[in-house]
């Protein structure tokens, strides 16, 4: 079972208390964008082997969005932080890459 830390109200909360988002730090394509950039907003998602940045709502608890960091093969959770953020924080890319070494947030740019 997938269990993540809220960053907002600190509860360690099961999937059952959480609705997942999708795929984090999407540049969301607005009024007047081309059609193709509403479709690769709407469609076009990664679905990677290993590390993957994702955004929850803590719905049965503060009701707030966050994003997390984990590896979607063995369901490892490196962190949770804000969604308000436009990166991960130093720390969860530190504690990938310790355990992924040649991780690079780069690739996610």
Not at 69 to 79: D, I, K, Q, S, Y
Request: aromatic residues 12%; glycine residues 10%.
């Amino acid at each position: 079972m997938l269990i993540l830390r809220c960053p907002y109200c600190g509860v360690m909360a099961d999937e059952t208390e959480l609705v997942p988002g999708g795929e984090a730090h999407l540049k969301r394509s607005g009024p007047g964008s081309s059609d193709d950039d509403f479709e690769g907003y709407l469609f076009h998602r990664e679905n990677p082997k290993g590390v993957h940045f994702e955004r929850w709502r803590h719905s049965a608890g503060c009701g707030k969005w966050f994003h997390a960091a984990r590896c979607t093969v063995t369901l490892e959770v490196f962190g949770t932080y804000p969604a308000q953020v436009t990166e991960p924080p130093q720390e969860i890319r530190e504690a990938i890459s310790s355990k992924r070494p040649g991780w690079s947030w780069r690739e996610y740019e």
